[in-house]
């Protein structure tokens, strides 16, 4: 007869196996599941031929500030920013927001990791100071809700980031706390709200360096 062996982690002399730093990831859209803001508004001002920071004066205008903080409260739609915004920097309202995110191209490599991760067990999710869906959908062709188990758009809520209420949103919907969350942004202001709620943030400005980053931070390999 066999004797009757412990049950536990320690029965057979195995060590336990460590849980992962992090149960979650958070993204932020613009500019960091999209290439660089900086560039692609530079982009829009030379096809537009306007003077390089024309459209960030207009954006830090407070008619400007207040013109995206309705938009992205779903407060005014999305054609009238784009009559409010062109008459602030002087081109033709039609399409603007098509105009001014034409370069906002998928960056691949931090996607990549992003699947990479949930493949591993880490959830993800995506929180986006949403720039509304008609008459152009910026969010088209990426799939969020395929890729990434929650996705999070301030205008269907009535929250804007650096508000802690659209955190808390996001970490109830995954089911994860705050000290096991990473936060991507490329916001500074964004990044310190959540970093209050107890997530540890990251600053996304170059793709490759996010990649790279993430990787680290989360354990995986690079592909």
Known sequence: ????????????????????????????FFGVLTFNMV???????DREKL???????????PRGQDLFRQLELGEITQTDWNNGFAALIGVAPDNLMARYLNDAFPAHQVIKVARQARTAGIKTAV?????????????????LHGAFDEVVFSAEHGVRKPDPAIFRLVLGKLGVPAE???FVDDSEENLAAAYRLGITPLLALDE????RRLREELGLPDL
């Open 208 to 211: 490759k360096v996010v990649a």
């Open 39 to 45: 560039e692609v508004i530079s982009y829009f001002e």
């Open 1 to 28: 007869m066999l004797p009757q062996l412990p049950y536990g982690p320690y029965a057979l002399g195995m060590p336990t196996i460590a849980e992962p730093k992090y149960g979650a990831v958070i993204f932020d």
């Open 127 to 143: 929180v986006s100071n949403s720039l509304g869906r008609e008459p152009y959908d910026p969010y088209a062709g990426f799939d």
């Open 51 to 61: 003077a390089r920071g024309t459209f960030l004066r207009a954006w830090a205008d």
């Open 180 to 182: 096991r969350c990473l």
